[in-house]
């Protein structure tokens, strides 16, 4: 799997969807990773911060797509507000635990996220969630 992921501040979905060509650039704030199912991921986090199924968060709609086609190309897809709010409220210890068993569900499906990695994603995805709340934002993953 090579895909490369931004998750980036937007103030609406129209203006998230205007990524959907290009990625985030320089428009918006943004972080870059790659090689993991982010629309996967946002899902089994929440499913670790805030609670729920994962089978009850897919048949509710999430991730939420704003632009493109889902298995066709390029895609931007919002970050739940259960999410935002479970990450912004989650502490460094908190977010480090969600981290290390996120890596360890991915570990049982073959998929491998070395821990530092996962610490580094979901802790600075929390920062960047809390970043969007203080400006009346949220935010979105592209994925091409």
């Known amino acids: 799997m090579s895909r490369i992921i931004e998750f980036f501040v937007a103030p609406d979905d129209v203006s998230a969807g205007s990524a959907l060509q290009t990625g985030p650039g320089r428009a918006f704030e943004s972080l870059s990773f790659g090689n993991f199912d982010p629309e996967e991921a946002v899902v ?10 994962f089978e009850e ?14 298995n066709a190309g390029c895609v931007v ?8 709010a479970a990450l912004a ?7 480090r635990e969600v981290a290390a068993a996120w890596a360890a569900q991915r570990a049982e499906e073959g998929e491998v996220i070395d821990s530092e990695m996962a ?6 995805l ?8 203080r400006q009346g934002q949220g935010v979105y993953c592209w994925v091409a």
């Open 57 to 70: 968060l897919i048949e509710a709609g999430e991730p939420r797509i704003v632009a493109g086609q889902d």
């Open 89 to 95: 409220d989650a502490g460094g210890s908190k977010l």
């Open 126 to 133: 929390a920062a960047l969630v809390t970043t969007a709340q």
């Open 77 to 84: 897809f919002a970050i739940s507000p259960g999410l935002s």
């Open 119 to 124: 610490d580094a994603i979901v802790g600075d």
């Open 44 to 53: 089994e986090w929440e499913c670790l911060l805030a609670g729920g199924s």
